[in-house]
């Protein structure tokens, strides 16, 4: 029988501290219902003490989902602990995550410490958070860096403390996959007890081995992965968690299987990709938009003739369903609403109402809506409660000519209009905004994205602005790319102008 692998998901905890990735509760409550259809064992819902609207979202989190395991971060610090545990009071199943960092740069550098300090921190973290819950995960951070034989020592301490599961972070993304594999299997070799608790994965992917380093880890013993949904996290992200689980499917040798409904990886991708307004990367593997298009001829014909040829992987297996039903200016509310709960989604009726006037001004637009079309129409009411709006924009541009905008910007009511010329329409009208916002900002990056194909595609726009040193994210999808454009820019205003 093969053995069973967990998937613990941190894209509510490590994913969610990306600058940008921001999810508001009722968003994170969407992503965990999610998340829950997609099988997942554990889901990381947050680090409560750092935030009330952390502390909130976990609490939250653990009404709407029954299966998983729900499971709340903190520092070796008691206070930490308390928090978390009252987090989860209304959790089924509820997890506390604690640890400490156990490489030299963290216990002398960072904590200006001793080994035996550290060890005796992690043995009393895990003490005094069993008092509140069973299931007591601890990580050793920075693990990747850690000197195995001292691993070891903490690993066998917390175990005796009473973890049911060990974190193993590489937290820099600095091992070899060889090396992080002989980690794990140093691990079960060398520590007394090991079989009474799961040793779990934590890759980063500052040098794009997260994966690699966590199916090493996989082959070497460890029974949990950590892992996000289209691998986002810090820096360079995460292990993804598409990644590790198409693996597993498509290596039966391993012997190792995990509890991934595969069919709802690729809505899930799209969905969050929405949500936390982060793009996928064409080439990402599995949910890329390129992921199974064969574009050379030699490849096409290969595919046509057996699917086999070329292809590792049916894309109907991870979701993605060609076929897929296309909504159009008929398509009625049962059939706007039967969509957006097949892609994870349920609104209220009043919500619901919303969504659909804007799916019927978009269709007459746009000839098919897709799903991303849709993901992008239920989160469009976030534009409604900003204090600076758009009221109009006009441009005028072309080849041998100067662009000129003028613009009318809603202001908490107040109407203000400006108009300037540019090197272009965007240029223009961004020059017209800043006449009226009067703040020095300046655009960090700027990318412009069809969603799918077609002239009369939704471009999506991503920007990053800064202001006074802090960096803010801006996004916005339009058939108008240049609407698009500025009303990005007005979104990244409006987190710093309250
Ligand atoms: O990367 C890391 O070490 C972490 C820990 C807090 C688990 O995210
Ligand atoms: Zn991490």
């Known amino acids: 029988m093969a053995d069973k692998l967990f998937i613990f998901d941190t894209t509510l905890r490590d994913g969610e501290q990306v600058p940008g990735c921001q999810l508001n509760t009722i968003e994170k409550i969407q992503v965990a219902r999610a998340l829950e259809t997609l099988g997942v064992d554990v889901i990381e819902a947050g680090f409560p003490v750092s935030s ?28 930490d602990i308390e928090v978390a545990a009252d987090s989860l009071k209304y959790a089924k199943r509820g997890r506390i995550h604690t640890g400490i960092g156990t490489s030299y740069y963290h216990i002398k550098h960072k904590f200006n410490s001793t080994e035996e300090e550290i060890l005796e921190r992690a043995i009393a973290a895990v003490k005094y958070a069993k008092k509140f819950v069973e299931d007591v995960e601890f990580y050793c951070e920075d693990a990747g860096r850690t000197d195995n034989v001292y691993l070891a020592r903490v690993v066998e301490a ?17 091992c070899l996959p060889s090396e992080y594999g002989e980690k794990i299997k140093f691990l079960m070799e060398n520590v007394k007890g090991v079989h009474n608790a799961v040793l779990s994965t934590h890759c980063h992917n500052d040098l794009g081995m997260a994966t690699a380093n966590t199916i090493a880890g996989v082959l070497n013993g460890a029974r949990q992965v950590e892992v996000t949904i289209n691998g986002i996290g810090e820096r360079a992200g995460n292990t993804a968690l598409e990644e590790v689980v198409m693996i597993l499917k498509s290596h039966q040798e391993m012997g190792i299987e995990s509890n991934i409904n595969t069919q709802k990886i690729f809505p899930t991708s799209r969905m969050i ?28 014909d290969g595919v046509l003739k057996n699917r086999e040829s070329y292809e590792i992987i049916d894309p109907k297996d991870v979701g993605i369903d060609d076929n897929a039903i296309v909504l159009t200016a008929r398509s009625g509310r049962a059939a706007l609403k039967h969509r957006l709960s097949i892609l994870g989604v349920e609104l209220s009726q009043e919500k619901l109402d919303m969504v659909y006037e804007e799916f019927l001004k978009l269709a007459d637009r746009k000839k098919d809506i897709n799903d991303d079309d849709v993901l992008m129409l239920a989160g469009k009411d976030r534009l409604d409660t900003q204090r600076i709006k758009l009221e109009y924009l006009q441009v005028t541009s072309g080849i041998g000519i100067k662009s000129v905008a003028s613009i009318c910007l809603n202001i908490a009511g107040e109407k203000f209009e400006a108009a300037a010329s540019g090197n272009g329409p965007v240029d223009a009208a961004i020059k017209a905004v800043k006449q009226i916002v009067h703040r020095q900002m300046v655009i960090e990056e700027f990318l412009i994205q069809a969603i799918n194909k077609g002239s009369d595609d939704m471009g999506k726009v991503h920007m990053q602005v800064q202001h006074e040193g802090l960096n803010y994210y801006g996004f916005s999808a339009n058939t108008d790319i240049i609407a698009a454009s500025i009303e990005a820019y007005i979104d990244a205003i409006n987190k710093f102008v309250k």
Not at 158 to 174: E, L, S, W
Request: hydrophobic share 40%.
């Open 52 to 79: 009330p609207g952390d502390f909130n979202s976990v609490v939250e989190i653990s009404k709407a989902v029954t299966w998983p395991t729900i499971c709340a971060l903190t520092r070796a610090v008691e206070k």
């Open 158 to 174: 917390v175990i005796k403390a009473g973890a049911t599961v060990v974190n193993i972070p590489d937290t820099t993304g600095y």
């Open 273 to 300: 990709s929405s949500l936390m307004n982060m793009p996928v990367q064409p080439n990402k593997a599995i949910v890329g938009r390129n992921a199974f298009a064969h574009s050379s001829g030699i490849h096409q």
